[in-house]
Nanobody, 116 residues
Framework: QVQLVESGGGLVQPGGSLRLSCVVS????????MSWYRQAPGNERELVAS????????NYADSVKGRFTISRDNAKNTVYLQMNSLKPEDTAVYYC?????????WGQGTQVTVSS
């Protein structure tokens, strides 16, 4: 069955960095684009970044451009989200999803808290 497992979340001070990972199984990873979403308390889930199956197309939300980097390693069935210069407003549960524009499977999420 399709599985997506995120890791790497935690508590970090403003200005700090975290690297999220999402290891997938149950499907041919290099056939699919992948995305990261996030959801803060009281807010709707929002797209953070997407990457195409070969990595040649990448999109970012305006709020994270220049600070976050999405990447993938097709040999390791893993997609990453490098988050730098973190702000308190980045606090949310971060979810990995299968799909470049239309997600169809989701991970369980990993909490990111940015606070001093």
């Amino acid at each position: 069955q399709v599985q997506l497992v995120e890791s790497g979340g935690g508590l970090v001070q403003p200005g700090g960095s975290l690297r999220l990972s999402c290891v997938v199984s149950g499907f041919t990873f290099n056939w699919y684009g992948m995305s990261w979403y996030r959801q803060a308390p009281g807010n709707e889930r929002e797209l953070v970044a997407s990457i195409s199956n070969g990595g040649g197309s990448i999109n970012y939300a305006d709020s994270v451009k220049g600070r976050f980097t999405i990447s993938r390693d097709n040999a390791k069935n893993t997609v990453y989200l490098q988050m730098n210069s973190l702000k308190p407003e980045d606090t949310a549960v971060y979810y990995c999803s299968r799909g470049f524009r239309t997600p169809d499977y989701w991970g369980q999420g990993t909490q990111v808290t940015v606070s001093s």
